[in-house]
């Protein structure tokens, strides 16, 4: 499994919001320009936050995006998993994926499963608090 720019941004603009607090909105410019990402880019990103609940928008003067709860409140894994889809490290593990034929006889299924658990619970377990705490 490998994390792609757009699950790394998210989690880049979340932990930027996380340090900003609750009380004033950032501006996306401003976030694209410091972490050197195009703003473009970061406007394909921001809709899926927005619409799963995790950040609101502002326009106009004085606007911007801001989170809607406690740092310690967000887990990484929910954030990559509506960035990149299911954190899984094959396709037939995948919510959704046709039922593998082999699954029965498959002697590496219960290793992609434990993995998948694995990486599932860790990123589970780490918050944009706990993100803050490691920059700073």
């Known amino acids: 499994m490998m994390v792609s720019t757009r699950g790394r941004y998210a989690l880049r603009v ?3 919001l996380a340090e900003h607090g609750p009380d004033g909105y950032v501006a996306m410019k401003d976030v694209a320009e410091k972490h050197g990402i195009s703003l473009k880019y970061l406007e394909k ?3 899926v936050l927005v619409a799963n609940g995790l950040i609101e928008g502002v326009t106009g003067k004085g606007g911007g995006y801001r989170l809607l709860r406690k740092p310690e409140e967000y887990r990484i894994g929910e954030i990559l998993r509506l960035t ?4 899984v490290p094959v396709a037939c593990m995948a ?3 046709e039922r593998c034929t082999h699954e029965c006889d498959c002697r590496t ?3 992609w499963s434990g993995l998948t658990e694995t990486v599932n619970d860790y990123l589970d377990g780490v918050t944009l608090a706990d993100l803050m705490r490691k920059e700073q």
Do not use: K, Q, W, Y
């Not at 990149?84 to 954190?87: A, P, R, S, T």
């Open 14 to 16: 979340m932990v930027e």
């Open 84 to 87: 990149e889809g299911d954190l």
């Open 95 to 97: 919510n959704g994926a």
């Open 45 to 47: 990103i921001l809709p």
């Open 109 to 111: 299924h219960t290793l």
